[in-house]
Nanobody
């Protein structure tokens, strides 16, 4: 099991940027693929981005492709989500998650989750 703690959320105007961080502890961080998901009030949890254990492969939801960038620093046990050109519809609680095998967008295949960080984009 790996413990995950997100940070970096906040309030930003439309068109602005935020960088989320997710610090991990516990099992060997570099063994895990990681993902970012988000959930708005009254809506289902949606996939945002994923990154392979080495960082060599990334995958994005269509809604954020070209605006968001996922990256990881295995030496710091941290995964990042750089969010640019933010829109009001990006408002949600953002979660990072880890999976010990595979790589992809299905949240049910992720084993460990952080507590989430709120991102609010004003128009």
């Amino acid at each position: 099991q790996v413990q995950l703690v997100e940070s970096g959320g906040g309030l930003v105007q439309a068109g602005g940027s935020l960088r989320l961080s997710c610090a991990a502890s516990g099992r060997t961080f570099s063994n895990y693929a990681l993902g970012w998901f988000r959930q708005a009030p009254g809506k289902e949890r949606d996939f945002v981005a994923a990154i392979s254990w080495s960082g060599g492969r990334t995958y994005y939801a269509n809604s954020v492709s070209g605006r968001f960038t996922i990256s990881r620093d295995n030496a710091k046990n941290t995964v990042y989500l750089q969010m640019n050109s933010l829109k009001p519809e990006d408002t949600a609680v953002y979660y990072c998650a880890a999976r010990s095998s595979g790589y992809g967008s299905n949240w049910q295949q992720y084993n460990d989750w952080g507590q989430g960080t709120q991102v609010t984009v004003s128009s």
